[in-house]
């Protein structure tokens, strides 16, 4: 089945694929299409978002099914869909951010690892069902990312 | 810009349309292509998956911009990006599950709200970086839903 979609907005960043970075540290902006900035009416009431968006510079290109979590190929490849990276069949990034301002149709948010110009899919708040305190990840995701607890 | 992806699985589950039942208890199974199952490798070592689907059922029909919430009429209508209705501009449905079992390429999974026969678009593990606990949310959302808290 195939399915099309158009974006709803794109992101406004200094982040490209040459900047090295800490997510958290990324202030972005999103700008949303003017014809739908009323879908935005109240938006400023929530302190986090979840941004959906369209990884352009992985789509269409060929992708493979298993790859090192992380890059790092001292761990076994798993299936990429265990792990987060943006090589996936459908290459739709999901961001968790934090929403610092609302301007009309502009948005500022914090920790968007977007690239500059990327188009963005959907925009939704993040709701208390969203977070799950209680979870497990493999030990390979804790060693790529130099974490000692989920 | 026109996006297109094909869905890489389809929901197998009891709920439809016209089933009402709390999101918690629903118990499905997702079952992924065939040819993309090597990509799930390593999948079962997490505990919660994000799930992203298309919610066909929207797709291709108007859809307002401004809504109630939770089709609370006695409520102020809000944008369709401030809340979480399945009529927005792309109808990409997401929800947090846990992840109960894999068998091959056929996940069983809780708390999936996808209706049976739902394309799926992408699969992601949960991580820690997608919880977020100290959150703010509008008033107006506490009421939808009942909640006296975020």
New interface residues.
Partial sequence: ????????ATVRSHFTNEVRVS?RDIVAEIV?RED?A??????E????L?I?F?M?QI?GKPIP??THPRYRTDLP????????GPE???P?G?A?VELLKREKNILTVKALDAYDGT?V?????????????????????MTATG?L??
């Fill in positions: 089945m195939t399915i099309s979609m158009r974006s709803i997510r949303v739908l009323a879908a935005l009416t109240g938006l009431e929530w302190s986090h979840i959906l369209w352009d789509a099914l298993t490849e798993v299936g990429v869909f265990s792990a987060r996936r069949p459908n739709i999901l968790v188009p899919l959907d925009i939704k708040p993040y709701d208390a069902f969203d977070a799950v305190t209680e979870l497990r990840a493999p030990q390979w995701w974490r607890t989920p």
